[in-house]
């Protein structure tokens, strides 16, 4: 089966620019997790969802971040304005349900200049 | 809240050497237990997992992990380290809960010297 996708892997933006990020999980998994993964440490769940409902943002800074998946499928990260520490990896990942493994996709590499 | 220690950020090891990365974690209930290993420029891949019932658990690539409450450690090892072991390895708790949301340790970034 094919694997969780994401798009751009790599984007470049300078500080105080807008970016968004696309994750389409796999066929049927009804959870999917956005992660920030700053160089040098472990991956931090920004948020999670459950079909198209929130589970838990309280790690989102919601200030500038915000996230949706409208139809229960596919989903969008987006920065808005993006700051220099913004500077990460993006990993989504998806589970069959909240209580499964997690499946994660190759992530968005997003440098902030 | 749980949390996940991961002693020791860089490991190296002789190429046909024991491998050993160390995980002890924190957790209010009990845990689920993970490491997922990933390689340069791709996401994360689930080795192996603990849930419930015995407590070494066997994963991917030859390594295991041994589940030990009394020590609350979950460490990951292989008995013969190979060239393409070389990348960096997560350990990550989650409790339980409908949520079952994963905490990651800061990573070990495993060198294997030919």
């Known amino acids: 089966e094919a694997g969780v996708a994401q798009s751009p892997r790599y984007k470049i933006i300078e500080k105080r620019q807008s970016v968004a990020f696309w994750c389409n999980p796999i066929?049927?998994?009804?959870?999917l997790y956005w992660y920030q993964q700053i160089l040098g440490q472990g991956p931090k769940l920004l948020i999670q969802?459950?079909?198209?409902?929130?589970?838990?943002d309280s790690q989102l800074p919601k200030d500038r971040f915000s996230a949706e998946r409208l139809k229960g499928v596919d989903s969008t990260l987006k920065i808005q304005p993006a700051k220099l520490e913004d500077s990460a990896v993006y990993l989504c990942a998806s589970s069959l349900d909240n209580s499964e493994t997690q499946y994660f996709g190759p992530g968005t590499r997003l440098l902030v200049l | 809240a749980q949390s996940v220690t991961q002693l020791g950020s860089h490991v190296s090891v002789s190429e046909g050497a024991l491998v050993l990365l160390r995980c002890n974690y924190s957790s209010s209930v009990p845990p689920y237990l993970f490491w997922y290993v990933q390689y340069p420029n791709q996401g994360l891949q689930l080795l192996l997992k603990?849930?419930?019932?015995?407590?070494l658990v066997k994963g991917i690539n030859g390594f295991e992990a041994e589940f030990k409450k009394s020590e609350t450690s979950f460490h990951l090892t292989k008995p013969s380290a190979h060239m393409s072991d070389a990348a960096e390895y997560f350990c990550a708790v989650s409790e339980s809960g409908s949520a079952r949301q994963l905490t990651f340790g800061s990573g070990t970034q495993l060198t294997v010297l030919p």
């Open positions: 969802f459950q079909n198209n409902g929130v589970v838990d």
């Open positions: 066929s049927g998994h009804a959870t």
């Open positions: 603990y849930t419930t019932g015995a407590t």
